[in-house]
């Protein structure tokens, strides 16, 4: 695809999203019943969720982009593992201060050691300390290889960390049975978030490809003229 | 086979003779613990209703801090003199060299802990006398899985410049499951007097099991000379 | 330029050809870093060759000795020794090989006759006690047996290093700078020692530094420059003004 064409259909893709975004929103506020025993609060769940569920895709794939790069050691998987990390980071937030709006609404507490908020803040922590792991280190090479070993066993953690905080003390009774009209709020949600989450993780790796120097096996003449014979 | 196993008793029968000729790691990683459960003996221990149990808690963040720099001077070891490349040059499985280090990580902490959970024990009052056995057993199996993990990543960054630090900031979110488990099994046996749950074991039994392959395998393709 | 060692004698080109190749390298590559270290390296070594590798810092010649020393893997091309390909059955290779460094590679804190049981035990040798002091024996370090090493001279910590690579009886031995910070006697004593294992048929390659050194000793010269071959000949037909042009030569 051209450059110009891939413009367009970056821009396109964009506007699409934020459209979507539009829609979700103004279903949300217009087409689903507020919940009873919470208040409006409750309907920052229908936001939580799909980027709850789209951070765990992301860290599935820095965790496949790792096995990518410690079996290949070509950079573009090291490009994506970083990407999709960085994005986890973001998404991860979101569903941190969301699900703290949450507790608030709920219970009338910003932090509580409960199993989801616990699990939320360990995913968090993992990835953030991928994005420190890259910042700390200079060589090119060494970051990629540390960053692939610990975004493989990092993701490895995930489940043993649910687990682990399924054993701590829960405030709230674990699923809800959601009407239709919630369902439907649900999946008109889902699309822009997905959307979302999948560009940036396009977007950020190829920022994080045109950031670094131009690699030589890439144009196929070395770095430097040879000299000597040839 | 018993090629193998000869190997690997050489490999930590010269690391733990080395140690025990220059005694570094050991006395600097005893002292460490014991520093940190102080501190916080002297910080939280004089409130007066801080439980016994939460001794466990303190354990652990002595335990990370020592580990961690037991850790780092096990694989600094071979950092010295480029030793490391005589082994990499030698007809040996890489994966028996993380055996090793592991081994003699293991028999180090151990050794810690045995200085350092007496010392938290006395310093916040914990009784024990309900279930000793599931303590010692739930804090054993859970210093295998730092271990096994903390090998793995200080043979990662022991090429890179930051070391310490690096090393810590990696472990501490990883093996965060492991205290939760721990602390949480604690809480039930001694708080509630509950048996030990097989679940929560199993969740800790789990992640040495997971941890200690993946770590095997993936050691061979990070070490470098 | 990048020619092989020619030979002018066809009888003894013959027997050449039957010697075993001991190291074939063919376009072999390294990028570390994104940076290109080494390119485009033809190389094929027989036994009993003795040779050096000269070249400026930077030029690719330690990198080069870790690739036939098997402790990196190559970017691009291909490496065999004796025969097997480099990459996929390294263990089998490396029972043949002995790395001396600049480095000691030795431990420390143990005394010179537990550093060799350890590697004699490690690459599994018969009897490895009476093989460590053999070897001390023959190095002249059979007083200091049980001294630790961290007692020990730069020149019989170097000779220790060297007992420790021939311990296993190594067909090519890699040497890195192995002349570097050494007195004289000792400079003369390794040597006479890289004289004796040629001269017994193993295979010799060594970085050097020391260009006139290096034409008294070897029997072949190669020169790296910028990652690459740039001259690689048999020492009875170059000069030392030829090899430092080539060596610094812009």
């Known amino acids: 695809m051209s450059t110009a064409g891939t413009n367009i259909f970056v821009r396109i893709y964009w506007a699409a999203t934020v459209a979507m975004f539009a829609l979700a929103l103004a279903v949300l506020f217009t087409y689903t019943p507020t919940e009873s025993t919470m208040g409006p609060i409750q309907k920052i769940f229908y936001l939580h969720l799909p980027i709850a569920i789209s951070t765990f895709i992301a860290c599935m794939v820095s965790f496949i982009a790792s096995i990518g790069y410690l079996s290949t050691r070509k950079t573009e998987w090291d490009e994506l593992a970083a990407a999709s990390a960085w994005v986890a980071v973001q998404l991860c937030s979101v569903v941190l201060i969301t699900g703290m709006l949450w507790a608030r609404g709920a219970w009338g507490l910003w932090w509580t050691w409960s199993p989801r908020l616990t699990f939320s803040l360990v995913l968090w922590l993992l990835y953030v300390v991928y994005l420190m792991i890259r910042m700390s280190i200079e060589s090119t090479e060494r970051r990629a290889i540390v960053g692939a070993v610990y975004g493989l066993i990092a993701f490895l953690d995930v489940p043993l960390v649910y687990l682990s905080v399924r054993l701590m003390p829960d405030m709230h009774p674990t699923s809800v049975e959601l009407a239709w009209p919630m369902k439907l709020t649900l999946m008109a949600w889902f699309v822009p978030v997905f959307m979302l989450a999948g560009g940036l993780i396009a977007a950020k790796t190829v920022l994080n490809r045109r950031q670094g120097e131009p690699s030589p096996s890439v144009a196929g003449f070395p770095a430097f003229p040879a000299r000597g014979a040839l | 086979m018993t090629r193998a196993i000869s190997q690997f008793s050489l490999l930590v029968r010269k690391d733990l003779r080395i140690e025990s000729r220059s005694r570094q790691t050991i006395g600097l990683v005893t002292v460490l613990g014991v520093l940190v459960v102080s501190v916080l003996g002297l910080g939280l221990g004089a409130a007066s209703n801080v439980a016994g149990f939460s001794a466990t808690a303190v354990l652990w963040v002595a335990y990370l801090f020592s580990g961690v720099l037991c850790f780092e001077k096990t694989m600094a070891v071979e950092r010295n003199d480029g030793v490391l490349a005589g082994l990499l040059m030698a007809p040996l499985d890489r994966g028996l060299i993380y055996l090793s280090k592991l081994a003699s990580n293991l028999i180090l902490m151990i050794a810690v802990a045995a200085v350092v959970t007496p010392v938290g024990i006395l310093f916040f009052g914990f009784d024990l006398s309900a279930a000793p056995g599931t303590f010692v057993a739930v804090m054993a199996l859970s210093i295998i899985g730092f271990a096994s993990i903390g090998t793995l990543f200080s043979a990662v960054v022991s090429s890179t410049r930051l070391q310490g630090g690096l090393l810590a900031m990696m472990l501490f979110p990883i093996v965060l499951p492991l205290v939760i488990t721990s602390t949480q099994l604690m809480l039930h046996t001694f708080r509630d007097g509950q048996p030990a749950s097989g679940g929560a074991v199993g969740v800790i039994v789990a992640f040495d099991v997971i941890f200690m392959t993946v770590s095997w395998i993936v050691f061979e393709w990070v070490l470098e000379p | ?250």
């Open chain 3, 1 to 250: 330029m990048t020619a092989l060692a020619a030979n002018p004698f066809p009888t003894i080109q013959a027997a050449e050809e039957t010697t075993p190749l001991v190291v074939g390298a063919r376009g072999l590559g390294k990028t570390v870093d994104r940076r290109i270290v080494l390119h485009d390296v033809n190389l094929r070594i027989r036994a009993g060759e003795y040779i050096a590798i000269l070249g400026t810092n930077g030029a690719g010649k330690t990198t080069l000795l870790k690739l036939l020393a098997t402790l990196t893997t190559p970017t691009t091309g291909q490496l065999q020794l004796f025969g097997n390909d480099a990459m996929r059955t390294p263990s089998a290779i490396r029972r043949r090989i002995g790395l001396i460094d600049h480095q000691l590679l030795l431990y420390r804190d143990l005394s010179a006759i537990e550093n060799l049981e350890f590697y004699a035990g490690l690459y599994g040798l018969d009897e490895p006690t009476k093989r460590a002091e053999e070897m001390l024996h023959r190095f002249n370090l059979l007083d200091r047996a049980d001294d630790p090493v961290k007692s020990f001279s730069r020149g019989m910590s170097q000779r220790l290093a060297i007992g420790r690579a021939l311990l296993h009886d190594p067909d090519l031995i890699l040497a890195d700078e192995p002349f570097a910070g050494l007195d004289a006697p000792s400079s003369e004593f390794l040597e006479n020692a890289f004289q004796q294992i040629v001269t017994a048929g193993k295979t010799v390659v060594l970085v050097n530094h020391d260009i006139e050194q290096t034409l008294r000793l070897v029997d072949r010269v190669i020169v790296l420059r910028g990652g690459t071959i740039a001259l690689d000949q048999p020492t009875h037909r170059l000069y030392l003004e030829e090899i430092l042009a080539e060596v610094k030569a812009l």
